[in-house]
């Protein structure tokens, strides 16, 4: 079990990446690059390139925070509603700009921006236009019935909208007259599709398309689509999808809604021309939609479609193939393994059926399979190309990555309760797994595992008398531990024979791993300890205390001479297995850090909690420690600059190193020099030669020096000149006049010991020449 490979401790982890619940639900808009999606409090910004949230525009997304009903944008502003009834203006750097009330008798449900006006409906029933420069409502429209959730301009000078009960109505911009009436949906209007200035396409859950010519009330065309649609948008002119090219004298939209599939319509002839097949998303259970939105990015031909789990998914409009996929809402994290021979790629499971395989860009590819949700992952290190999962459906799976994508190659259905922990033997040819019905269980691993091969179990043994939360095996493949709501961990053989009971956890065992390079088992428990155990005498070797709630993942790193802890406290701590102390602890996390999974080089660790906040960490000793050799070398070339600059005499440019360096007694005994020498007018020469932010430095320097008697001539004489250049206007401080304020009170105070000084001296003068005639004679 011993292995020769150089140690080397790590001291310090920094995240290298969060990435969270970026889409909770609600609007979605694409500009550029850029998706904007809603969270409750905030809009955040993802990159389409690399898939990261780079700017959220918005409060924290807290109890106390002001929630967000629905937002609107054209790239460079933004202008959201909110529960406490106030529309906010924000800029593009995210600053909020503007804050006024939206006078709506309940919450806005559209919002749509043109230019300098914007229009919003409510659930009210009324549609109001507000000029964005002054804040002002300048029309408010009604007839509509209901929540009005469909309002846009139209370029003819003009507005449109709709509510529950079907009519499309619409107004004069400038006037707010009423215009034409729309009327030839059965059921609540989803989407209203500007497509040209003299047409219009609507649809609705009545299940059907229909193509109006803007001012007249009659339908064009009525397409019959048989489900709800909930969106449609406008395709260009020129267009491939596969087997259709497109007719530029056509009008042509693509449609989504309640089966989940993308469906593109020549409007003008009324025809469908193109279903989409294989779809990534399935119609929702209990009656939900499927596809929410749909968004068209014209310069990429890109269609993004926004199903109702919270997922994004990026299409090629002419292959229709998956380009990306983003998963907006993971709500709780139970396990992460990395994946592939460079852990290229990362799997985790959520409070879902499906497991998500992300890449490094966070594309992700559902795993679907488990008809329950997915509660353990294990890779092989043999070949990290497979992959088991263990779910509550009493199932396990094995899953094979295959040119780009991973497939489902084994199933096993033994276990009589949710499956909580699995593991690969070393050899590949066998893994274990341990389940709630208190069972540890030995398969046998296909030799050419196909599509859903059942999996063999040679091997049950009834382990403990509880549930059984982790299964690990040691690194030359003969022992087999589990750890076990029954407040024990055990030892077991290949063979399932049992070797011993590790007892001293007060509270159920969480989880169990072995040392790479001794004969040691690590346990964590529910007691807020970690215990390491000596496998030949099974006794406890050592207990590590520093989580103050239940301790919920472990690990060996650094050769095994260094243990990771992941807790309930949502900290992650790292502890020397040598000293037994606490070296570091690093908190990102808002609550339980279920899951936990290092690197196979150790350079990376990556976490997963119940706040639904995937953490990367990284391994930056080596790059603090080579910081701080570079940072001392550098303070070192300054000191002897500085010790240069005071051996020449050159008290100015010593005078500006120090404040640099930040060395408060430096400059003191340099003040003192420039005054010993008599050269007030020298120091005030040299105070104007310094920059403003060195000025500042001066000025605390100043007011420090200014509260002992000792220095206080030299700090007079640096906030006489300070002073003095911040009634000229050369000197602007920034935050200082606190400092300023506390200076004054020790100033008083020098001042009257200066002047009683003077007064004892001018006594003394007197009294001496009073005794002048006295001592002559």
């Not at 488990?370 to 353990?376: A, G, R």
């Not at 269980?441 to 939360?469: F, G, M, Q, R």
């Amino acid at each position: 079990m011993f292995s020769n490979k150089p140690c080397f401790f790590v001291y310090r982890f920094e995240v290298e990446s969060k990435h969270g619940a970026f889409y909770t639900g609600g609007n979605v808009e694409w500009h550029k690059d850029t998706l904007y999606c809603q969270t409750a409090s905030s809009v955040s910004l993802l990159n389409t390139q690399d898939g990261t949230v780079s700017q959220t525009i918005g409060e924290d997304n807290t109890e106390d925070s002001d929630h967000i009903h629905t937002f609107t944008t054209d790239g460079e502003r933004l202008v959201s509603s909110h529960k406490s009834g106030l529309l906010k203006l924000w800029n593009a750097k995210g600053e909020l700009v503007k804050v006024w009330k939206c006078i709506h008798k309940g919450p806005i449900a559209r919002l749509t921006l043109n230019h300098q006006l914007l229009a919003s409906g409510g659930s009210d029933g009324v549609v109001r236009v507000w000029n964005l420069e002054h804040q002002t409502c300048v029309l408010s429209l009604k007839g509509c019935q209901g929540v009005v959730n469909v309002v846009e301009f139209h370029p003819e000078n003009a507005i449109l909208a709709s509510g529950d009960d079907g009519r499309v109505l619409s107004w004069d911009a400038t006037k707010g007259t009423s215009l034409t009436t729309y009327n030839a949906h059965f059921s609540k209007v989803t989407a209203l599709l500007l497509v040209n200035e003299k047409h219009l396409v609507t649809s609705g859950r009545d299940k059907v398309v229909i193509l109006w010519e803007f001012g007249h009330g009659k339908p064009l065309r009525t397409i019959p689509v048989y489900e709800n649609v909930e969106v449609v948008v406008k395709l260009p002119e020129k267009f491939k999808v596969p087997g259709f090219k497109s007719d530029p004298e056509c009008i042509y939209v693509a449609s989504a809604g309640e089966r989940g599939l993308v469906r593109v319509w020549d409007v003008t002839n009324a025809k469908e021309v193109y279903v989409q097949e294989n779809s990534l998303v399935t119609k929702a259970e209990e009656g939900g939609l499927a596809i929410t939105k749909l968004l068209f990015q014209q310069e990429s031909k890109t269609l993004a479609v926004v199903t109702a789990d919270h997922n994004i998914i990026l299409h090629n409009l002419k292959s229709f193939v998956c380009l990306k996929q983003f998963v907006g809402f993971s709500d709780e994290i139970l396990d992460v393994a990395f994946v592939r021979k460079d852990s290229s790629h990362l799997a985790v499971a959520t409070n879902s059926l499906d497991i998500k395989l992300y890449d490094s860009t966070m594309n992700c590819q559902l795993l679907k399979g488990h008809t329950d949700i997915v509660l353990c992952l294990s890779t092989s290190t043999a070949n990290p190309d497979l992959m088991l999962s263990g779910s509550k459906d009493n199932k396990i799976r094995l899953w094979l990555f295959n040119g780009s994508s991973m497939s489902c190659v084994g199933v096993g259905h033994s276990h009589t309760a949710s499956v909580g922990s699995v593991a690969f033997h070393n050899a590949t040819s066998c893994f274990f797994s341990a389940s709630q019905d208190t069972c540890l269980k030995l398969w046998e691993t296909p030799t050419n595992p196909e599509s859903d091969t059942i999996l063999t179990c040679t091997s049950t043994e009834v382990a403990h008398h509880k549930d059984i939360n982790c299964v690990s095996v040691s690194p030359n493949g003969k022992i087999i531990a589990t750890a076990s709501q029954d407040k024990t961990a055990k030892l077991w053989t290949e063979a399932l024979t049992l070797v011993g009971t590790l007892k001293g956890h007060k509270r159920g065992v969480w989880s169990v791993a072995f040392s790479p390079v001794d004969q040691v088992v690590l346990t964590s428990s529910a007691d807020c300890t970690v215990k390491l155990w000596s496998v030949s005498d099974l006794h406890c070797l050592k207990t590590l205390e520093g989580h103050e709630s239940s301790v919920l993942q472990v690990a060996f790193i650094s050769n095994g001479m260094q243990i990771v802890s992941a807790g309930a406290d949502g900290l992650l701590k790292l502890f020397s297995v040598k000293t037994s102390e606490c070296v570091g602890t690093f908190e990102t996390h808002e609550g339980r850090i279920w899951a936990m999974a290092v690197r196979k080089d150790e350079t990376e660790i990556v976490t997963g909690g119940s706040d639904s906040l995937l953490v990367k960490w990284k391994d930056v000793t080596e790059e603090r420690k080579l910081q701080r050799l570079k940072e001392q070398e550098e303070e070192t070339i300054q000191q002897q600059k500085l010790a240069n600059y005071l051996q020449n005499d050159e008290l100015v440019k010593a005078l500006k190193l120090a404040l640099r360096l930040d060395r408060p007694l430096q400059v003191l005994k340099i003040v003192q020099g420039i005054v010993r020498k008599g050269d007030t007018t020298g120091l005030s020469d040299a105070v104007k030669e310094l920059r403003n932010d060195q000025k500042e430095s001066l000025l605390k320097c100043a007011t420090d020096w200014n509260t002992n008697s000792r220095n206080c001539h030299s700090a007079q004489l640096v906030l006489n000149i300070l002073i003095g250049e911040l009634q000229t206007g050369e000197f602007r401080p920034v935050g200082l006049s606190g400092a300023l304020e506390g200076a004054l009170p020790y100033t008083e105070r020098h001042f009257k010991r200066l002047t009683q000084l003077l007064q004892d001296l001018h006594f003394l003068s007197y009294t001496i020449n009073c005794m002048q005639p006295h001592i002559k004679t």
